[in-house]
């Protein structure tokens, strides 16, 4: 997905967002903590999961804490769910 398609999308959903695009990867919260000079709970971080039938679940945090599971699955209602693979 494109960054404009993406501000696009955010936009229709009436989603106030500000897309930061950085010069080095971002994959941690650490390396976010880095680029942005912020400490870890002010950075949200997204997770991607992928449920027992396919589905794909995505958990948002703050840097400093962790997606719990069990939440997770309580909310979406699966009764599995495993990080998502890279394609």
């Excluded at 903590?33 to 995505?58: A, C």
């Amino acid at each position: 997905m494109s960054q404009e398609t993406l501000r696009n999308y955010l936009r229709e959903k009436g989603v106030a967002a500000r897309i930061l695009i950085f010069a080095n990867h971002t994959m941690t919260v650490e390396d976010a903590e880095r680029e942005l000079g912020v400490s870890r709970e002010r950075i949200i971080k997204s997770m991607l999961f992928t449920d027992e039938k396919g589905g794909v679940v995505m958990g948002i945090v703050t840097g400093d804490k962790r997606v719990d599971a069990k939440k997770l699955r309580a909310c979406c209602g699966a009764h599995e769910i495993a990080f998502t693979r890279p394609q």
